[in-house]
């Protein structure tokens, strides 16, 4: 699902594409450690499961937001 | 998936989401749906849902070996108890994350613990200790995580460990009787003094084992040719015998009876104590959540007792190779040079009141500021490389 939604988004957009998958690369590192950490909060707090999802989520929105921001701006 | 038929459904979500906010691009809305996805895959690769969506039962866990014939070696018989499963997937989550770190060891890394929660909590939680070094990687976590299951420890002056002997008065014993040797007291190798363990057991069963710490042979023990004996008030010093096997990860040596003395399920302890087994990994995990007491007798400093600290440690503090399955305990004042090789244990709550099961090794402490612990292996990962059990 994620790697088909980014080459639809490449195709459509020939010229970004070096700067597309920098970018991507960096995304991936920085969610995956918000996983990481996000897992050894709730291992340590026992919060509830849907929460996790929900910060889970609520983040990577967040970082995209502001992200998209920055770069724009 | 088609690819066509994704980039349609995308496109459409796309525009929708365009209309609806005009703030966030179609590019940033493909970036969210592709990183959210990752994302999740990521928490589905760690297995979040384990102890995420742990029931509110009750697991049975082995929390020792203990020998049903105090003199049989191979009698050993498993005790378990029931503890919560949220605590337990809790425990389990975080020994293979802390598996993970150690795996993955990153620049600045120098160690790690799992400290279970209380029962009551359902939780577990690692303490990651940094070099002050990686200050960058600190501030990036600290913010993030401070005051939560993800302990950042810095650790400063990692260089300045404290050589040399200490003024010490070691506890020698007075004489042999009966032919063998209560671990707690001090042993000799040519170079250095250490502490006794009780009698380890070879895989077999079939050989009774002195231990003691592999650094006290200076330059590095050498099997079969080194020799460790032991100091007496009332007599000459007498020959135990000669190393077997040395295990310089693990920091211990074994050595095989060489004479009349044999090694002993005794510790020269206050009151009398007999090793009767040792506890596991969930062992100490349950005196963790309990906030149990383990205690020890080195040939310096004596009996002392303290909480645990974390178990299944990795320390990269000294040598160029992590140490793993290790305990942290007690306080660095608890353990000095001539300690190491001691034993620390916890009272057999079934067995007669003399009992007491191993929880492992104490072979160094703590000496930079912010932190105070003893470490040294545990007994169950001795098992789990070697075989050898007490």
């Known amino acids: 699902m994620a790697t088909d939604t980014h080459t639809g988004s490449d195709r459509s957009d020939q010229p970004g594409i070096v700067r597309s998958i920098a970018r991507l690369v960096g995304d991936l590192l920085i969610l995956t450690c918000w996983v990481v950490f996000l897992t050894l909060i709730f291992l340590g707090t026992g919060w509830p499961q849907w929460a996790f999802y929900l910060l889970l989520i609520l983040g990577v929105g967040l970082y995209v937001t502001f992200t998209a921001a920055w770069r724009s701006g | ?390």
């Open chain 2, 1 to 390: 998936m088609e690819g066509t038929h994704t980039e349609h459904l995308v496109h459409r979500i796309a525009t929708l989401r365009d209309r609806l906010d005009a703030g966030m691009d179609r590019r940033e809305f493909l970036r969210t749906l592709a990183t959210g996805g990752y994302a999740l895959g990521v928490a589905q690769f760690l297995g979040v849902d384990d102890f995420l969506a742990a029931d509110d039962g009750e697991v049975p866990i082995v929390t020792a070996f203990v020998r049903s014939d105090p003199e049989d070696p191979l009698s050993l018989e498993e005790r378990t108890r029931y503890v919560p499963a949220e605590w337990y997937a809790a425990v389990e989550k975080a020994l293979e994350i802390n598996e993970l770190l150690a795996q993955r060891a990153f620049t600045g890394y120098l160690g790690s613990a799992v400290v279970p929660g209380s029962y009551e909590s359902g939780s577990a939680s690692i303490s990651v200790g940094i070099d002050s070094g990686a200050d960058s990687l600190r501030e990036t976590f600290d913010g993030l995580l401070d005051g939560v299951s993800f302990n950042i420890e810095t650790i400063v002056d990692i260089e300045d460990l404290e050589e040399g002997p200490d003024d010490f008065d070691p506890r020698i014993l007075g004489s042999i009787s009966g032919g063998s040797v209560p671990g707690g007291v001090a042993c000799e190798t040519s170079g250095s003094i250490a502490t006794l363990g009780p009698v380890l057991y070879d895989p077999d069963g079939d050989q009774q084992l002195f231990v003691t710490a592999e650094h006290a042979f200076e330059g590095g023990a050498e099997p079969d040719s080194d020799q460790l004996s032991l100091p007496l008030q009332e007599a000459d010093t007498v020959e135990l015998g000669t190393v077997e096997h040395s295990h310089p990860v693990e920091d211990i040596v074994t050595v095989a009876p060489g004479g009349q003395i044999e090694p002993s399920t005794a510790l020269d302890t206050p009151s009398p104590t007999r090793v009767r087994g040792q506890l596991t990994r969930y062992g100490l995990a349950d005196l963790i959540a309990r906030g149990e007491n383990l205690e020890k007798v080195g040939a310096v400093t004596g009996h002392t007792t303290g909480k645990i600290q974390g178990i299944d440690a990795v320390t990269c503090f000294t040598d160029d190779f992590c140490r793993r399955g290790q305990i942290r305990w007690g306080g660095e004042m608890d353990l000095t040079d001539g300690d190491s090789g001691s034993v620390s244990y916890y009272d057999d709550p079934v067995g007669a009141d003399e009992d007491v099961l191993v929880a492992g090794f104490n072979n160094a402490r703590t000496w930079w500021p912010g932190q105070s612990y003893v470490w040294g292996v545990g007994a169950y990962r001795m098992t789990e490389m070697y075989g050898y059990h007490f």
